[in-house]
């Protein structure tokens, strides 16, 4: 369902205030995907992997911010959790722009940084940026899990991730705005899975120092044959 025109007439900011309301019924859908997202990614991060996101304009923003919100924190103290905003990386961005193309600057550093069961979510508004078409190529190639978020499905983008947020507004600004509600959702759902995924990283452990109990018997080839406990 696109979202409705505003009424002619309205203020300016009358108009964007009922096209984010329009779309912002058909994210309350989006929970269990959300849900699960923020299930998956605690497991992955608690257990070694990474989150490579990327976008382009203002969605290069918006991945920003959630890398800011795992590597640092949402609202509660908790361990720093890996996740690389690739946009940032800006002389890597520049030299491999120049060297082989804008449309390589994210694929080259998902091959760089991605290991098979990390976690690559890529946004656009549009869903058909080519740049971030190649890096989902690559994603897949290099074995990580492929995630989206778009605006109207389908698109480009949303056929090439395995799973896809889409907001249902031909409105790039409220696609973006409703991008930066489910990021926050989704770092809340990582933290409300993380304590049980780092406790299940706690019981699979198992510690190179770990303390042997109960009695060690020694047996010396001394003069006096004798047996030692310790």
Known sequence: ????????????????????AAALLPLRDAEQLLARWGGELAHRLATGGRLLVAGNGGSAAEAQHLTAELVGKLRDDREPLSAIALHAETSALTA?????????????????????????LLMSTSGTSTNLLTAARAGRDTGLRCWAFTG?????????CAET???????SQVVQELHLVATH?????????????????????????????????????????KVQAR
């Open 96 to 120: 491999i722009g120049n060297d082989y193309g804008y449309d390589e600057v994210f694929a080259r550093q998902v091959r760089a940084h991605g290991r098979p069961d990390d976690i690559l």
């Open 185 to 225: 959702v989704l770092c809340e759902y990582v933290d409300r899975a993380l304590p049980a995924a780092l406790a299940a990283r706690a019981v699979d452990a198992t510690p190179a120092d770990a303390v042997r109990t109960g009695v060690e018997v020694v047996l010396r080839d001394g003069p006096d044959g």
């Open 165 to 171: 947020l889409a907001i249902d507004s031909p409105d």
């Open 1 to 20: 369902m696109a979202a409705p025109t505003p009424a002619v007439g309205g203020t300016v900011l009358e108009d964007h205030l009922t096209r984010l």
């Open 152 to 160: 109207p499905a389908p698109n480009p983008l949303a056929g090439s």
